[in-house]
């Protein structure tokens, strides 16, 4: 079974990964950055997890405010590093991990966390700033599963549900059945305030007062509010209530390994490791928690005809459903209308993928991993009712299915004055 090995905890100031890119090691502005996180990773290089379960937030990079979550789960199977305006950094991507990671999100969300997941994103500094620092990256020797968390725009969930969450995870990752060991690494702080008149303050003596608290007691920063993490460790510097995530997934006795602080310009620049008893989890408590996880959709099998859209299936058929939910752009639509193949072809779709949707082949598509909601769309853009739809995923005749229904009204979801 899945292990957490321990926890790591570092800022993630874009100039670190800046100083990792010009290799200012022998700077003495920016050395003692390299002396820190030089302690995480030689832990990680000594432990070799297989898998860094790195919790950070985006800096409104690819999560925007047109849709924000609280907590967002990335179950994607490649991790690319984010142009935050001027040019990506030079980091190859990191692989994913969607079986461990569907594994978490199942099991938070029967925890009654209701997650957010997204694939197909790159990160910012947030993740790869430190991750840069962390290890060698020609491969990298670990699998990432990111874990986003939106502290950009009130109301941010209290400290404690950050502290919950953990205890969750922690649950989901010693009930995956995979032999992993897996570290969970917290980035954010520590205090820092960037907008506003009160940019540039800090305060390094509750920086200190945190970090003891962290280690020794965090149920006491899990009662504190965002305005008293605002009021000691600047506004920005509030995110640090996601270190309670990584805390919350580590038992109650933690060894710190190392522990380092550092302020450089804007921002109190930390690293600390701590280490777990590193005992196997409960084999009786992990399979009954696994029974817990499914009981909700428990007898979905069973039902004929019935396929349930999943974090799996939904990694595993992006690319088509993707292709299809871009029908909602004049451009893209009319990209296909125009010549299927070329447009096939720049989708990279599998010769399977140009196949079923060539023959609109409606149960092929179902079959594959489409889901339904694509199908219409595709529809509507090639004129197609739902209610051939429905009859060709049912093996009927239109004329047979309609007439189990009290209309024979045909629509799709082509507005009225382009439905045939
Ligand atoms: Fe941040």
């Not at 800022?11 to 920016?30: E, K, L």
């Not at 907590?71 to 991790?79: C, H, K, P, R």
């Not at 009021?231 to 997934?249: D, I, K, P, Q, T």
């Not at 989708?347 to 399977?352: H, I, R």
């Amino acid at each position: 079974m899945a292990r957490i090995i321990g926890g790591i905890a570092a800022s993630h100031t874009p100039t670190i990964g800046f100083a990792y890119d010009r290799d200012s090691r022998n700077d003495p502005v920016w050395a003692p950055i390299f002396e820190q996180f030089g302690h995480l990773s030689a832990w990680l290089e000594a432990r070799r997890p297989d898998v860094l379960l790195l919790i950070y937030n985006d800096h409104v990079t690819s999560f925007f405010f047109d849709h924000y979550s609280a907590f967002a789960l990335g179950i994607g199977a490649e991790w690319r590093v984010a142009d935050e305006g001027g040019g990506a950094r030079a980091l190859p991507p990191i692989a994913g991990h969607p079986q461990l990671a569907a594994h978490i999100g199942q099991s938070l969300v029967a925890d009654e966390f209701d997650m957010s997941f997204f694939q197909h994103k790159p990160l910012d500094h947030g993740c790869f700033s430190p991750l840069s620092m962390l290890t060698r990256h020609d491969p990298w020797p670990a699998r990432l599963v990111p874990l986003q968390m939106g502290v950009l725009q009130s109301p941010v969930p209290r400290a404690r549900r950050f502290l919950k969450l953990g205890h969750a995870l922690r649950r989901a990752i010693e009930s995956y059945p995979e032999d992993l060991r897996v570290a969970i690494v917290a980035t954010g702080g520590l205090s820092h305030q960037v907008h506003g008149e009160r940019a540039g303050f800090n305060n390094p003596d509750w920086d200190a007062r945190f970090m003891d608290l962290f280690e020794r007691d965090p149920e006491r920063l899990a009662d504190m509010t965002l305005a008293e993490f605002a009021s000691l460790g600047g506004f920005e510097g509030a995110e640090v209530v996601m270190w309670l995530a990584m805390r919350g997934a580590l038992p109650a006795q933690v060894a710190c390994r190392h522990r380092g602080y550092y302020l450089p310009s804007m921002t109190g620049i930390a690293t600390a490791v701590y280490e777990v008893a590193d005992t196997a989890p409960d084999a009786a408590i992990a399979e009954r928690h696994r029974e817990h996880m499914a009981r909700e959709t428990r007898g979905v099998e069973a039902l004929p005809g019935t396929y349930p859209f999943t974090l799996e299936g939904s990694v595993r058929t992006y690319r088509i459903n993707d292709y299809l939910h871009r029908m909602i752009e004049p451009a893209h639509r009319q990209a296909f209308l125009a010549d299927p193949e070329a447009s096939f072809e720049a989708a990279g779709l599998s010769p399977e993928e140009r196949d079923l949707i060539r023959r609109r082949d409606w149960r092929g598509l179902i079959h594959y991993g489409a889901i339904f909601f694509g199908l219409e769309k595709l529809g509507a853009v090639v004129g197609v009712s739902n209610l051939h739809i429905y009859a060709a995923m049912r093996g009927e005749t239109l004329e047979a299915f309609q007439k189990t229904r009290n209309t024979k009204a045909l629509y799709s979801v082509a507005p009225a004055e382009k439905q045939r």
